[in-house]
């Protein structure tokens, strides 16, 4: 396989998690009767221009489907998160009722509600049917595909050029990651400016978050990489922030490279010197990530079984992608932990991919009133832990299993 980006063939493993099914192709009774597909989940570090990246192995089409169950809007801390960037960018932009927007990987409209509040223009970008759809009932526009250069091109001659363009959580998840940059330069007005959202490198390693690695995940990303491809695209990074969501990510504000007006500020350099003093272009700071994962595995295992001997039962919240890689990787089943429970209604009824554990509601938690309950979504773990504390009536407990294992008492 060649880098994504540069073309440079790849040799270089930082982690290997065996194989799976894609992580949100939920399972539906009827095909609990036929086999699933798994593929190898192999990550690889391009040792030209430092991206990390899943092997290609799945088409995108398969793995954002008409179904697809990722919902953001379930979420009331990541609503939060939407609303308060509304509000920061319209004062720091001086955005107003002429000024267009548009956001890519739209979702169900978690974001864009917001904008819409405030009587802006706007539309969302969102190839999977079923958000879609949701983003549609709060009033939102919604073109349903894939964003590229070519559709660029096309909605430039539709549509106005865009004031503000917005991708919070989508660039890891592109294929063609050259294609994908050149579209905003495309779209972007002259002195436009696009923001971009996502996990940050440097703490999926410091945090041995592999739990954030699947398939959908075509990139890992840390500044240092994503300076070098914007640029190359066409983009300019002029400012970075460090967020919290996610275990730790990345608010890149980029513009144009030929006409954005926007001054560089020092939070580029300064985060781009702490990745170079923590050597991410280096092949040392990725090859011990393999050892500390299979630590993680084996401590987790070694708490259910011990949990299953000792006849404590142990559901799990959240149906996430995350959840499904960890159970993937350690070989988990119904037998060490029973169900999960989501507040999803999307998920509900369906079953996790290849473990194929039953999704089903919260009220079953106060039926069968379990001991353990692992948050498979560490990265709102408060936010779940403050909405399940009433387990404390029995004396239940939480448990985290990344970055370590732990237990907490509710």
Known sequence: MKCRHCGTLLSNV???LESSPPSNSYLDCGMLKVP??????????????????????VDADKMF??????????????????????????VRFNL???????????????????????????????????TAIAARKKGIEII????SEGMAKELVVQKNHADLMIANNVLA??????????????????EGIATFEFPHLLNLVQNNQFDTIYHEHYSYLSLTAIQTIFKENGLCIFDVEELTTHGGSLRVYSQRNDTGIQVIENSVNKLITLEKEKKVCSLKYYQNFQCRV?????????????????????IAYGAAAKGNTIMNFSGIHSDLISYVVDKNPNKVGKYMPGS??????????????????????WNIKEEVMSQLSYISEWNGNFVIAIPELEIIKA
């Open 14 to 16: 930082f982690v290997d």
């Open 36 to 57: 699933e597909q798994w593929y190898p989940l192999k990550v690889m570090v391009c040792d030209y221009c430092w991206l990390v990246q899943t092997m290609d192995i």
């Open 65 to 90: 489907s008409d179904d697809y169950a990722y919902f953001s809007s379930y979420s009331s801390s990541w609503l939060n998160h939407a609303s308060d960037y509304v509000n920061t960018m319209v």
């Open 96 to 130: 107003n009722d002429k000024s267009n927007v548009v956001e890519i990987a739209a979702n169900d409209g978690y974001l864009l509600q917001y904008i819409k509040e405030k009587d802006m223009p706007c539309y969302g970008i969102e190839p999977t049917h079923s």
């Open 144 to 147: 349903e595909e894939f964003f």
């Open 173 to 190: 998840h592109v294929p063609n990651i050259n294609d994908f940059l050149k579209g905003f330069v495309v779209l972007l007005k002259a």
């Open 294 to 314: 299979e630590k993680i595995k084996i401590d987790f295992l070694d708490f259910l079984i011990q949990a299953k001997k000792s006849e404590s039962m142990v």
């Open 356 to 377: 194929r554990l039953p999704i089903v509601e919260e009220s079953t938690i106060r039926i069968d009133k379990p001991k353990y309950i692992v948050i498979f979504p």
